[in-house]
T-cell receptor, first 116, second 118 residues
């Protein structure tokens, strides 16, 4: 069964500073990993994915993520944070706890707060 | 890009009422859609996979008779919460993946439905 851990409930970063939101995963087989962002009372917006290939994945809005197989991590990063980046971020792996092949298993989410 | 529309965005109803939530793929045909539930300040939990023309696949612990799923066309899946009670109050979100863009495409999410049972 798959699982995703986001160890931080909240991350505070000053505007203009680099940010990192951590994610580790546990899967059997090859991991298909995703990052999504959620704004209040809205659905999720796709940021980026890792399927195969380069370990550094670039996505929307200047975000990128680094896949590290040995550490089973997929941390989300951005070189310079914006106040508008403040939101709830979810890491996810393809595959459900019930064994469904296509549904997503999500981490608990990390609140990212960018301070002006 | 792919767009998924969900309706209604908010429902408030009395205990014992059945509530239907619609999920539509607007610019692609989705043979598979997914229904998630999100409790306040918690993550999304996959409830079931909706399969066009066949029965839905439910995750462990999800009551099939409580959460009825119908995927009658390639662009519409519905979730009906039957005889809803206050503990069913939650944020329900659907998603779909555009199969025409390849197997490794991400899921696209609707904006969710806030269900409140009084």
């Amino acid at each position: 069964a798959q699982s995703v851990a986001q160890p931080e409930d909240q991350v505070n970063v000053a505007e203009g500073n680099p940010l990192t939101v951590k994610c580790t995963y546990s899967v059997s087989g090859n991991p298909y990993l995703f990052w999504y962002v959620q704004y209040p009372n809205r659905g999720l917006q796709f940021l980026l994915k890792y399927i195969t290939g380069d370990n550094l994945v670039k996505g929307s809005y200047g975000f990128e993520a680094e896949f590290n197989k040995s550490q089973t991590s997929f941390h989300l990063k951005k070189p310079s944070a914006l106040v508008s980046d403040s939101a709830l971020y979810f890491c996810a792996v393809r595959g459900s706890t019930g064994g469904g092949a296509d549904g997503l298993t999500f981490g608990k989410g990390t609140h990212l707060i960018i301070q002006p | 890009g792919a767009v998924v529309s969900q309706h209604p965005s908010r429902v408030i109803c009395k205990s014992g009422t059945s509530v239907k939530i619609e999920c539509r793929s607007l610019d692609f045909q989705a043979t598979t859609m997914f229904w998630y539930r999100q409790f306040p300040k918690q993550s999304l939990m996959l409830m079931a996979t909706s399969n066009e023309g066949s029965k839905a696949t439910y995750e462990q612990g999800v009551e099939k008779d409580k959460f009825l799923i119908n995927h009658a066309s390639l662009t519409l899946s519905t979730l009906t919460v039957t005889s809803a009670h206050p503990e069913d109050s939650s944020f329900y979100i659907c998603s779909a993946r555009d199969p025409g863009r390849g197997w490794n495409q991400p899921q696209h999410f609707g904006d969710g439905t806030r269900l409140s049972i009084l």
